[in-house]
């Protein structure tokens, strides 16, 4: 059974509307990421979480906000969606239940088409 | 500038070849780690290589680094159809986020 899963697998978004991505973890990690991937960029980090409660501007935050309301469930959410923000979405968690560890474990990721 | 860059950009050979991925980096490391993507799932680690080791190896995987030149090498032997993937060199500084390159796409043809 999965340990990181994704929902929607799939999105078609209008410009301008709001969509929300969700992950959800079993393996019980404090650290919860979003990234986006396109061609040529490989992974970019979007937020980040290290707790339940918490959350922090990655390198690429702007147009994207983040919740994380349990240590299970980090959530993405882009508030106005553009054509640019067209891409696939994937959530990972790590760290373990303490400490800092490298290891990050991905979920399958979402494909998301802003019309 | 990117913090990390795999070389090169694209690979094919043929199964029981054996092939060899580079990368290199932009910062003091902690550790290094190496991931794969296959088509359609999300990355998965390979190898985590630590900054005081010069090499690790993980069955048909062998990973070097020298952080003197800050690079790092993955090379798996006897490829299979398998290994066809996406494969990315992440260094780790110690804290919360992990660098990755834009990877190199190495296909393996029967």
């Known amino acids: 059974e999965a340990a990181v899963t994704q929902s929607p697998r799939n999105k078609v978004a209008v410009t301008g509307g709001k969509v929300t991505l969700s992950c959800n973890q079993t393996?019980?990690?404090?650290?919860m990421y979003w990234y986006r991937q396109d061609t040529g960029h490989g992974l970019r980090l979007i937020h980040y979480?290290?707790?339940?409660?918490?959350?922090e501007k990655g390198d690429i935050p702007d147009g994207y906000k983040a919740s994380r309301p349990s240590q299970e469930n980090f959530s993405l959410i882009l508030e106005l969606a553009t054509p640019s923000q067209t891409s696939v979405y994937f959530c990972?968690?790590?760290?373990?239940?303490?400490?800092?560890?490298?290891?990050?474990?991905f979920g399958p990721g979402t494909r998301l088409t802003v019309l | 500038s990117q913090l990390a860059e795999e070389n090169p950009w694209a690979l094919s050979v043929h199964e029981g070849e054996s092939v060899t991925v580079n990368c290199s980096y932009k910062?003091?490391?902690?550790?290094l780690q190496w991931y794969r993507q296959k088509s359609g799932e999300g990355p998965a680690q390979l190898i985590l290589?630590?900054?005081?080791?010069r090499e690790k190896r993980n069955g048909r995987l062998r990973a070097t680094l020298d952080t003197s030149s800050q690079s790092s090498s993955l090379s798996i032997t006897a490829t299979r159809c398998e290994d066809t993937a996406v494969y990315f060199c992440?260094?780790?500084?110690?804290?919360?986020?992990?660098?990755f390159g834009s990877g190199t796409r190495l296909l393996v043809s029967p």
């Open positions: 393996n019980n990690h404090n650290n």
């Open positions: 910062t003091s490391i902690t550790a």
């Open positions: 290589i630590r900054s005081n080791e």
């Open positions: 992440a260094p780790w500084t110690g804290g919360y986020k992990v660098v």
């Open positions: 979480s290290y707790g339940a409660g918490s959350t």
């Open positions: 990972a968690s790590g760290g373990g239940t303490g400490g800092v560890y490298a290891e990050q474990f």
